[in-house]
């Protein structure tokens, strides 16, 4: 009997997607895209047995010298003041947590035998974030003077309400209630919040955001995609 092929690593993802939405926000899965953008043209054309811990460790060696490049590149990637950055050894870590997980799924649905080696990933002293600078209330303030006006509401529900940027974008008008000073928030994992509005420069901007809002999202983006 012929032995049934190997699927190569790339083949599985589409299903895999298809699993991972199915228990997860839509920010992660746009996170898990933008890593299999690095994790594709390397592991893609293995099979599952092709795998190996010295692969794994070249994957990590390659990232970390790779070159974060500038969003608009032609202005600034002959600049003599632009600084190098490269990809750090936490994003790295991300892109293999999302790689063990398509592993563990191709495993527990028959598509794949099970790694006999456990995927190392940097230590955690690599990992640590940089230390917050938390920015003094003149500062903050000096910001949000700044800000154009269809825009400071918005800043305002990160700084001074702590809402994500998804959270805040997505606020309807339904969903403030202003004689009640709180806000209802469904946030990461659709989890749904209180949020109390504790600041009067708050409170006042959501006040002229809703008379300005017959229903529905109180910030449109005003330059609509084609």
């Known amino acids: 009997m012929a032995q049934k092929p190997k699927p190569r690593i790339v083949e599985l ?3 895999w997607l298809e699993h991972y ?3 997860h926000a839509a920010n992660t899965l746009r996170d898990v895209r933008n890593c299999l953008v690095a994790l594709i043209p390397f592991f893609g054309n293995l ?4 795998l ?6 070249e ?3 390659r990232r ?3 070159e974060i490049r500038p969003k608009n590149a032609g202005q600034q990637q002959n600049s003599p003041n632009r600084e190098q950055r490269f990809i750090k050894p936490r994003t790295v870590n991300k892109e293999l947590s999302y790689l063990s997980s398509l592993l ?3 495993t527990d649905n028959g598509h794949a035998p099970a790694i006999q080696f456990k995927i190392r990933k940097f230590p955690a002293k690599m990992c640590a974030a940089p230390t917050t600078r938390i920015p003094l209330p003149e500062q903050v303030q000096a910001m949000i003077d700044a800000i154009e006006p269809q825009y400071r509401t918005i800043f305002l529900l990160y700084y001074d309400a702590g809402c994500r940027r998804e959270e805040a974008l997505q606020l309807k008008k339904e969903n403030v209630r202003l004689a009640q000073h709180v806000i209802h928030i469904t946030g990461k994992g659709n989890k749904e919040r209180i949020i109390e509005i504790t600041t009067d420069r708050l409170y006042s901007a959501l006040k002229t955001a809703c008379e300005k809002t017959e229903r529905g999202y109180l910030f449109l983006n005003p330059k609509p995609r084609n």
């Open 104 to 106: 563990t799924w191709a």
């Open 47 to 50: 099979s599952v047995p092709d």
């Open 52 to 57: 190996s811990p010295r692969l794994i460790e």
């Open 13 to 15: 993802v589409d299903e």
């Open 64 to 66: 970390i010298k790779t």
């Open 21 to 23: 939405a199915n228990d």
């Open 59 to 61: 994957y990590k060696a």
